[in-house]
């Protein structure tokens, strides 16, 4: 029998890829169907294949987001092969080509009731950096308020940073703009400046003060998705945000909005309030790889 090797995906392999992902989990869909061919045909996605005979029988995706991280994602496994080290085998090629490129950091994430990846997440080392969970909540449909929200745009960033760097207004602010399937980037000025420009970032002001923002992102398989990236502001003001950009959503024709927040009692109570719903019982934990980059 041939052995194992590794490259990145081709078109071709959309269809054996696809095949196997029918048996990803046994209760749910696995949603590649609706991504696979578009990350492939991406330039910034690098999608890895283990095959056999040069047919794919596991992937995993990376992302690098800029010149210091990157993101891991999508590992798959065809169920014939299970428990014969690919999974192993991809991440020290993803950490081989990291090292290559001299992209240092490397996140990603699993959810708390994955009993075996936690398993090797420990032997690995790897390093748990905070829990999350994905919301969601209904697009509000009265439209006969008017909305509080304005588009901001880069005449507003020394306010938007100055908000943003504030260490008084959370007990555990969001660290992450976040894309869904979740792909969790570092929230920098560079990142702030171009989602301004891409008109991506709305704020709350009140008494001619920026007293909350929120970044909108998207959402990779539904288009009636409104994607919050990112969310921030005063405490007593992240209830009345999470509303008004469910109405802005509903404005835009969506009908469900969405977001991966950290597990605390300020998001809590307010998604509680704006009558968002946790959408998994099990915690996403934001994982960081220990490699060293060449």
């Not at 210091?68 to 081989?96: C, F, M, P, T």
């Not at 996403?284 to 790889?289: E, K």
Request: with cysteine.
């Amino acid at each position: 029998m041939t052995e194992f090797q590794i490259r990145l995906a081709k078109i071709s392999d959309v269809e054996p890829i696809l095949d196997f992902c029918q048996y990803t989990w046994e209760n749910q869909n696995d949603c590649m169907h609706l991504v696979l061919e578009k990350r492939i045909n991406n330039p910034e996605n690098k999608v890895f294949v283990v095959t056999l005979d040069d047919i794919p029988v596991a992937m995993q995706q990376v992302v690098i987001l800029s010149k210091q991280e990157a993101w891991r994602s999508s590992l798959r496994v065809d169920r014939r092969y299970r428990r014969r080290g690919l999974s192993k085998l991809l991440y020290s090629h993803i950490n081989n080509y990291l090292s290559q490129v001299n992209v240092p950091i490397l996140r990603y994430c699993v959810l708390s009731d994955n009993e075996l990846m936690l398993k090797i997440i420990s032997q690995r080392g790897d390093k748990k950096i905070d829990s999350y969970s994905v919301y969601k909540a209904d697009a509000d449909t009265v439209t006969s308020y008017t909305n509080q929200l304005i588009q901001l745009d880069l005449k507003h960033f020394d306010d938007i940073w100055s908000l943003m760097i504030r260490k008084d207004l959370l007990d555990k602010k969001q660290s992450f703009y976040t894309q869904l399937i979740p792909k969790c980037q570092t929230i920098t000025p560079e990142l702030v400046k171009n989602c301004l420009l891409g008109g991506k970032v709305v704020g709350l002001i009140q008494n001619e003060r920026l007293r909350g923002i929120a970044i909108q992102s998207y959402s990779e398989v539904s288009e009636e998705e409104f994607y919050i990236g990112y969310l921030h502001g005063e405490p007593e003001i992240l209830t009345v945000l999470l509303c008004e950009l469910c109405k802005l959503a509903y404005s835009l024709g969506k009908s469900v909005v969405k977001g991966l927040f950290p597990l605390n009692d300020s998001f809590a109570n307010a998604l509680s309030q704006a009558a968002f719903q946790r959408k998994l019982q099990a915690e996403i934990g934001i994982y960081r790889s220990c490699f060293k980059p060449g």
